[in-house]
């Protein structure tokens, strides 16, 4: 569970008296990947009624539990937002975090005045956002999370976007594996635990095998019965290991292609720290560094569509009409 603070402020200096903030909580699988928190907090300063530049002063992030509103409490108790923007599996939980914070007067460190809202927008918006910001030129996200993998392709930016305060990131297509923990983080997790080490040593372990088997099965369950009977037949781990890793990485390039594959592609979501992944991923898509794109926290991606669609809402607010 992650948050991202964005505040708005002059060209070269930010002011006290913070009035508008937004936020995003996004509670996921209890393995903590792919799901976080994302709230902007922006400044009433505006210049000749136009908003002022945002920036992000603040990142944060707890591995997920069973207790997301616990969660949500401790991330937003130093800054409970005003309005709040919520997405993913654990939004409808957002409202009553917030509701227990106001209740006992914690928000900024003082008193709470006034309600507390949350608004919800998709977890397809909120990536695609995300991933058009860090990379502008972006025309393809995959997200594979700790519960579900999407495939995301982009519409190109248009002409006079940025003067209207549209935000680059409009989607066109998606398709959403979201019935079951195959070829997604909670798979990596599970399986991880067959070779009996995490998930984060997992991936660089698969990258030591050299003649990966073919994983037939995407069924959890039955994968793990599959590696099993491999490693009894005497197969080397490392390479069962990459076979995993492959049967999902054919898995993900086949939902990327049904939504119309375009390059330069954005990997986010916390899979995309696994280096075997990223390497797979790159040779099945003929990708190079330069269009297989990962940003530098690529967990947060969602949290941060999520406070960028508050910033952008806040400014809609304050933009002269016509």
Not at 136 to 163: E, M
Request: with cysteine.
């Amino acid at each position: 569970m992650e948050i991202v603070v964005r505040e708005r402020c002059a060209p070269h200096s930010c002011h006290d008296g913070l009035t508008d903030v937004r936020s995003y909580v996004w509670p996921d699988a209890p393995s903590g990947i792919g799901s976080g928190i994302g709230s902007g907090i922006g400044q009433d300063n505006r210049q000749g009624g136009q908003a002022a530049a945002w920036r992000t002063v603040l990142q944060r992030r707890l591995p997920t539990t069973f207790h997301p509103v616990e969660q949500c409490r401790v991330l937003l108790q130093d800054c409970l937002p005003q309005r709040i923007v919520a997405t993913g599996y654990g939004r409808e939980l957002v409202q009553a975090a917030v509701n227990s914070l106001a209740e006992s007067g914690v928000r900024d460190g003082g008193a709470v005045s006034g309600a507390v809202s949350v608004e919800t927008i998709t977890e397809i918006k909120a990536h695609a956002l995300g991933a058009a910001h860090d990379f502008a030129h972006a025309r393809t996200v995959l997200d594979i999370g700790g519960q579900d993998t999407k495939a995301i392709a982009l519409l190109p930016p248009r002409a006079g976007d940025a003067a209207s305060g549209t935000l680059p990131g409009r989607v066109s297509r998606f398709e959403m594996n979201d019935r079951c923990a195959a070829g997604t983080g909670k798979f990596l997790e599970y399986t991880a635990t067959v070779f009996q080490m995490d998930v984060q040593a997992f991936g660089l372990y698969a990258l030591e095998g050299d003649d990966a088997p073919l994983i037939n099965s995407m069924c959890t369950v039955f994968a793990e019965t599959e590696a099993t009977s491999l490693m009894a037949q005497g197969i080397r781990p490392q390479n069962i290991a990459l076979g995993l890793h492959q049967s999902i990485v054919r898995r993900t390039v086949n939902m990327l292609r049904r939504v119309g594959l375009e390059f330069p592609v954005v990997f986010t979501g916390g899979v995309a720290r696994n280096p075997c992944m990223r390497h797979l991923l790159q040779k099945e898509l003929g990708a190079t560094e330069q269009t297989l794109l990962i940003s530098a926290e690529p967990d947060m991606t969602g949290a941060l569509g999520a406070a960028l669609w508050g910033c952008a809402v806040a400014d809609a607010e304050i933009r002269p009409a016509g």
